[in-house]
């Protein structure tokens, strides 16, 4: 199966300054790598995602990035805010038909 | 965008008894749907596949008889957790994907059940 780490598994910011969580997997035939915020007490939210085809995309504030060869991605978030604060993790989805989340990292925007 | 509708969001029980939870894809269907299970601070761990029509396909280590999973309709899957003890005190979130599209997992807002 597919094993997906996550770094670092904590991140503190200063409000404004840019925030990067970094994602490797284990199989080369994954195709599609999500990232979810998820806020205390409540479910995972899609933020971004990318497809095997492209190497990044972006969403305002929000990029991810893919590095096929080395088998990792990357969120970027710029001029974090306070509600930016929350858990993120990264998955991997080999099939279409499962995901393999990371272990997930807390970030806190420090106002 | 696709909704799942999960009910309820806590639910405090007895241990011995059992607790139902639901998922509901509100604006599309769902032929497959996910449940997992998170302690705090951690990730969120697969406990089974539950297909319309069909039994659930669970993951490694997870008890069938504990966690009952149906999925009678294209639109809902319920999870029952039997014979309730505290340690099967957790948070408990469902993913549905739109059948009509490849990718896209929607999550559920999560069910935070204690078991006393």
């Known amino acids: 199966g597919e094993n997906v780490e996550q770094h670092p598994s904590t991140l503190s910011v200063q409000e404004g300054d840019s925030a990067v969580i970094k994602c490797t997997y284990s199989d080369s035939a994954s195709n599609y790598f999500p990232w979810y915020k998820q806020e205390l007490g409540k479910g995972p939210q899609l933020i971004i995602d990318i497809r095997s085809n492209v190497g990044e995309k972006k969403d305002q504030r929000i990029a991810v990035t893919l590095n096929k060869t080395a088998k990792h991605f990357s969120l970027h978030i710029t001029e974090t805010q306070p509600e930016d604060s929350a858990v993120y993790f990264c998955a991997a989805d080999l099939t279409g038909n499962q995901f393999y989340f990371g272990t997930g990292t807390s970030l806190t925007v420090i106002p | 965008g696709a909704v799942v509708s999960q009910h309820p969001s806590w639910v405090i029980c007895k241990s011995g008894t059992s607790v139902k939870i639901e998922c509901r894809s509100l604006?599309?269907?769902?032929?497959?749907m996910f449940w997992y299970r998170q302690f705090p601070k951690q990730s969120l761990m697969l406990m089974a596949t539950s297909n319309e029509g069909s039994k659930a396909t669970y993951e490694q280590g997870v008890e069938k008889d504990k966690f009952l999973i149906n999925h009678a309709s294209l639109t809902l899957s319920t999870l029952t957790v039997t014979s309730a003890h505290p340690e099967d005190s957790s948070f408990y979130i469902c993913?549905?994907?739109?059948?009509?599209?490849?990718?896209?997992?929607?999550f559920g807002s999560g069910t935070r059940l204690t078991v006393v």
């Open positions: 993913s549905a994907r739109d059948s009509g599209t490849v990718y896209g997992y929607t």
């Open positions: 604006d599309f269907q769902a032929t497959t």
